[in-house]
């Protein structure tokens, strides 16, 4: 009679086997197995009597009088606090960039002059979708850069048990922050396919920042796998050119009937 | 199991008001989901960890980043699995980092306080035990303990996630940034390795109890 491998009998256990009425008739004829099983069953009889010590009623309040004094000030309003986030002094020069590129756009609509007519709103707001698509192409591109370089490395040859991405960790946390104020000006600016792409990318950032500083090569595999299973690095190329030549395309013919985020969003 | 974070407990607001409060800058509220969730977050941590010391660090610094992040957390998911995950992230890299060290070091596996942590005799649940069943239930904690601090981070983290929280595959996958098929090998690996190192406990059949843990 041939037995069932310990494997199976875990996997059995688990709840995982496909052939869970073969393996059940085995074991109601087979002694050996059975004992199998009941050996594997009692490991975690053993782990369920490890005890944890209890910590005690007054526990959470013990916790929460060591964190209440290391907690981050935060202003008391929300959206205060996405100020404070933005001015933090590592985010300073990341964010910075994206905040001074969407003030241009703002102010550049409005510095052309007052409204007279419907061709000057029209103007006004054709400068400032140029600057915030110059804006937004250009993170993407540092996105993308990053992407590339997570997707492109071959840890595994380094021979390395541990892997350090702790900077590529700091230049996604940077580029969430951007991201979110992006996609939210998309967002507002109707132009629904660039806010979907945006989406997308920050949960990839988000991924990369919130990974251990150090990874194995295996974890590093899983984060590329996870990349490329998305596509998102085809999405944000593409996009990128549609912005790039958009971007072109402004400064040739300034004048058009309809906004391209509207030609994009239909697309 | 994990608890269910959604309730309204001793705080009188839900986690989801708790969350959005904290996020309008009212930072009592933030109190309510560090009280409630506390010993859940250390008990997770300390059987990662396998001592209290290390056990309480975890769970102040998982709170302490989850405060730093808690806007990315999201209105509709459940605080305590966010938590949960965050702590468990920090736990593996700890490990990890504690493994490295002590493989420099090349220092002894137990400390002083992982020998005294656990209180043996808690463990056997007759209320007059044998004292021969009382030393195999006093050397299979020992092992177990051993057997547990063996393993590596990775497996630690999958059989504690797995077994004792009842976390699914993919869960587990997402903390150690693996796979789900890769995962499954983790914990099956980890049984192995808890098994053969309590050989001597875990009898055959109709004793396949591990001896020490009869009631």
């Given at each position: 009679?041939?037995?069932?491998?310990?494997?199976?009998?875990?996997?059995?256990?688990?709840?995982?086997?496909?052939?869970?009425?073969?393996?059940?008739?085995?074991?109601?004829?087979?002694?050996e197995?059975?004992?199998?099983?009941?050996?594997?069953?009692?490991?975690?009889?053993?782990?369920?009597?490890?005890?944890?010590?209890?910590?005690?009623?007054?526990?959470?309040?013990?916790?929460?009088?060591?964190?209440?004094?290391?907690?981050?000030?935060?202003?008391?309003?929300?959206?205060?606090?996405?100020?404070?986030?933005?001015?933090?002094?590592?985010?300073?020069?990341?964010?910075?960039?994206?905040?001074?590129?969407?003030?241009?756009?703002?102010?550049?609509?409005?510095?052309?002059?007052?409204?007279?007519?419907?061709?000057?709103?029209?103007?006004?707001?054709?400068?400032?979708?140029?600057?915030?698509?110059?804006?937004?192409?250009a993170?993407?591109?540092?996105?993308?850069?990053?992407?590339?370089?997570?997707?492109?490395a071959?840890?595994?040859?380094?021979?390395?048990?541990?892997?350090?991405?702790?900077?590529?960790?700091?230049?996604?946390?940077?580029?969430?922050?951007?991201?979110?104020?992006?996609?939210?000006?998309?967002?507002?600016?109707g132009?629904?396919?660039?806010?979907?792409?945006?989406?997308?990318?920050?949960?990839?950032?988000?991924?990369?920042?919130?990974?251990?500083?150090?990874?194995?090569?295996?974890?590093?595999?899983?984060?590329?796998?996870?990349?490329?299973?998305?596509?998102?690095?085809?999405?944000?190329?593409?996009?990128?050119?549609?912005?790039?030549?958009?971007?072109?395309?402004?400064?040739?013919?300034?004048?058009?009937?309809?906004?391209?985020?509207?030609?994009?969003n239909?697309? | 199991?994990?608890?269910?974070?959604?309730?309204?407990?001793?705080?009188?607001?839900?986690?989801?008001?708790?969350?959005?409060?904290?996020?309008?800058?009212?930072?009592?509220?933030?109190?309510?989901?560090?009280?409630?969730?506390?010993?859940?977050?250390?008990?997770?941590?300390?059987?990662?960890?396998?001592?209290?010391?290390?056990?309480?660090?975890?769970?102040?610094?998982?709170?302490?980043?989850?405060?730093?992040?808690?806007?990315?957390?999201?209105?509709?998911?459940?605080?305590?699995?966010?938590?949960?995950?965050?702590?468990?992230?920090?736990?593996?890299?700890?490990?990890?980092?504690?493994?490295?060290?002590?493989?420099?070091?090349?220092a002894?596996?137990?400390?002083?306080?992982?020998?005294?942590?656990?209180?043996?005799?808690?463990?056997?649940?007759?209320?007059?035990?044998?004292?021969?069943?009382?030393?195999?239930?006093v050397?299979?904690a020992?092992?177990?303990?051993?057997?547990l601090?063996?393993?590596?981070?990775?497996?630690?983290?999958?059989?504690?996630?797995?077994?004792?929280?009842?976390?699914?595959?993919?869960?587990?996958?997402?903390v150690?940034?693996?796979?789900?098929s890769?995962?499954?090998?983790?914990?099956?690996?980890?049984?192995?390795?808890?098994?053969?190192?309590?050989?001597?406990?875990?009898?055959?059949?109709?004793?396949?109890?591990?001896?020490?843990?009869?009631?």
């Amino acid at each position: 009679m041939k037995h069932i491998t310990e494997e199976e009998l875990f996997r059995y256990r688990e709840g995982e086997m496909k052939a869970r009425d073969a393996i059940a008739a085995h074991l109601k004829e087979c002694g050996e197995c059975r004992v199998e099983l009941d050996r594997i069953e009692a490991v975690f009889q053993a782990l369920d009597a490890m005890p944890v010590p209890d910590p005690g009623e007054e526990y959470g309040r013990k916790v929460w009088r060591q964190i209440a004094e290391r907690l981050p000030e935060r202003f008391h309003e929300k959206w205060a606090s996405w100020w404070e986030a933005w001015f933090a002094p590592r985010r300073l020069i990341a964010v910075g960039t994206a905040a001074a590129l969407l003030a241009i756009a703002f102010f550049a609509g409005r510095i052309s002059g007052p409204k007279k007519s419907n061709d000057d709103v029209l103007d006004a707001g054709k400068v400032r979708e140029r600057v915030l698509v110059v804006a937004v192409g250009a993170h993407l591109g540092k996105s993308e850069m990053i992407l590339m370089e997570l997707s492109n490395a071959q840890p595994a040859e380094s021979g390395k048990k541990l892997i350090n991405i702790s900077t590529e960790q700091k230049r996604a946390e940077d580029l969430v922050e951007e991201n979110r104020l992006y996609r939210q000006t998309a967002l507002n600016g109707g132009d629904n396919a660039v806010a979907s792409t945006l989406n997308e990318l920050e949960r990839v950032l988000l991924d990369v920042a919130n990974s251990p500083a150090e990874v194995t090569p295996a974890q590093f595999e899983s984060i590329q796998k996870r990349i490329a299973a998305q596509g998102i690095l085809l999405k944000v190329r593409v996009v990128r050119q549609e912005l790039r030549a958009e971007s072109e395309g402004r400064k040739s013919e300034p004048a058009q009937n309809d906004s391209t985020a509207k030609v994009r969003n239909k697309a | 199991m994990r608890e269910s974070s959604e309730r309204v407990g001793a705080g009188g607001i839900s986690d989801a008001a708790a969350v959005e409060r904290t996020l309008a800058g009212e930072r009592d509220a933030y109190r309510v989901l560090v009280e409630r969730h506390s010993t859940y977050v250390y008990r997770v941590a300390y059987r990662m960890t396998g001592n209290s010391h290390d056990a309480e660090e975890i769970v102040q610094e998982a709170f302490l980043r989850a405060y730093q992040k808690l806007q990315q957390f999201a209105g509709n998911a459940n605080f305590g699995t966010w938590v949960y995950r965050i702590a468990a992230n920090y736990a593996i890299d700890r490990l990890r980092q504690k493994k490295n060290e002590e493989s420099r070091r090349e220092a002894p596996t137990r400390s002083a306080e992982s020998e005294t942590e656990i209180d043996p005799l808690s463990q056997v649940k007759d209320s007059a035990p044998s004292p021969e069943r009382l030393a195999t239930s006093v050397e299979l904690a020992k092992k177990m303990k051993e057997a547990l601090d063996a393993l590596s981070p990775a497996e630690r983290t999958a059989i504690v996630m797995r077994h004792w929280d009842g976390c699914g595959i993919e869960e587990i996958a997402a903390v150690l940034k693996s796979n789900t098929s890769a995962t499954k090998n983790t914990v099956f690996r980890a049984v192995q390795k808890l098994r053969q190192a309590l050989k001597p406990f875990v009898q055959g059949r109709g004793t396949a109890k591990a001896v020490g843990t009869e009631s």
